[in-house]
């Protein structure tokens, strides 16, 4: 079937980087809206950042600035570049995308990367 896979989470001090990336595969058709979300200890998931097939970007007021999201549709793949990383940034996040598919179609979810920000 189809799944998504994260990488790239890790620990990293306030103000330091790190890109993530979700790659997704199974018998995949077309990918149409690719995003990220986080959610922090005791708190509700929270979208990220978004992009379509044609490169359309959209990102919370939160990371607009710091964070920068894209994606490769050869490789079926989105990353989230975050820059500038704070404290508060400290979070699983989780990709997904929604996409058509030998069975179907549908909103798939990866199984999340932590990510850590000392400050």
């Known amino acids: 079937q189809v799944q998504l896979v994260e990488s790239g989470g890790g620990l990293v001090q306030a103000g330091g980087s790190l890109r993530l990336s979700c790659a997704a595969s199974g018998s995949i058709f077309r990918i149409n809206i690719m995003g990220w979300y986080r959610q922090a200890p005791g708190k509700q998931r929270e979208w990220v950042a978004h992009?379509?097939?044609?490169?359309?970007?959209n990102y919370s007021d939160s990371v607009k600035g710091r964070f920068t999201i894209a994606r490769d549709n050869a490789k079926n793949t989105v990353y989230l570049q975050m820059n500038s990383l704070k404290p508060e940034d400290t979070a699983v996040y989780y990709c997904n995308a929604d996409l058509h598919y030998s069975g179907g179609n549908g909103i798939y979810w990866g199984q999340g990367t932590q990510v850590t920000v000392s400050s």
């Open positions: 992009i379509t097939s044609g490169g359309t970007t």
